[in-house]
T-cell receptor, first 116, second 112 residues
């Protein structure tokens, strides 16, 4: 079945540690996105990539890093510089770039990160 | 910010009743989309309505768009317990690089 796979589903991190969240898609979509969701709030865009080897900062990129070495994969690293990383992280993809509004987003099931 | 704002924040209805959720936004848009999220899961796309459209239907869902009032509504008819979820509107505008901006969502609870 085509879709987006995020792992791990739950992750615990000690303060000062970097962690990497995985996002893999087999939809042959060009564009991929990372969003952060906090309780009672909408989704906020962290990073997005419209094509392999290229990515742009979203609204809240500080303390995060990404890579896009393969079309299928868009991992997100939450670094120790992110002061409040506890949140629900959602990866999404769309058929082509040109901004996420140009297309419908397909989301993964999410990864919940908790800082101990 | 062009962020959409949903109203109400939470809605509780009986099975079989209709549910209406509203979304307001601030800037001109290219399109507006509605998504659904079950607790602890990812979002699922429901409907996209373009700025030159006024109404769209999909099964029990009806979406309207009033660009003069910068608002949209999502109507779910004959609700079911399985419709219990959070519903988000998301807007895209050239002024914001055509990136989707999500509102805070409406939590819908359908009681059986």
């Amino acid at each position: 079945d085509g879709g987006i796979t995020q792992s791990p589903k739950y992750l615990f991190r000690k303060e000062g540690q970097n962690v990497t969240l995985s996002c893999e898609q087999n939809l042959n979509h060009d564009a991929m996105y990372w969003y952060r969701q906090d309780p009672g709030q909408g989704l906020r865009l962290i990073y997005y990539s419209q094509i392999v080897n290229d990515f742009q900062k979203g609204d809240i990129a500080e303390g995060y890093s990404v890579s896009r070495e393969k079309k299928e994969s868009f991992p997100l690293t939450v670094t120790s510089a992110q002061k409040n990383p506890t949140a629900f992280y959602l990866c999404a993809s769309s058929m082509r770039g040109g901004g996420s509004g140009a297309n419908v987003l397909t989301f993964g099931a999410g990864s919940r990160l908790t800082v101990l | 910010s062009q962020q959409g704002e949903e109203d109400p924040q939470a809605l509780s209805i009986q099975e079989g009743e209709n549910a209406t959720m509203n979304c307001s936004y601030k800037t001109s848009i290219n399109n507006l989309q509605w998504y659904r999220q079950n607790s602890g899961r990812g979002l699922v796309h429901l409907i996209l309505i373009r700025s030159n459209e006024r109404e769209k239907h999909s099964g029990r869902l009806r979406v309207t768009l009033d660009t003069s009032k910068k608002s949209s509504s999502l109507l779910i008819t004959a609700s079911r317990a399985a419709d219990t979820a959070s519903y988000f509107c998301a807007t895209a505008s050239l002024e914001y690089g055509n990136k989707l901006v999500f509102g805070a969502g409406t939590i819908l609870r359908v009681k059986s």
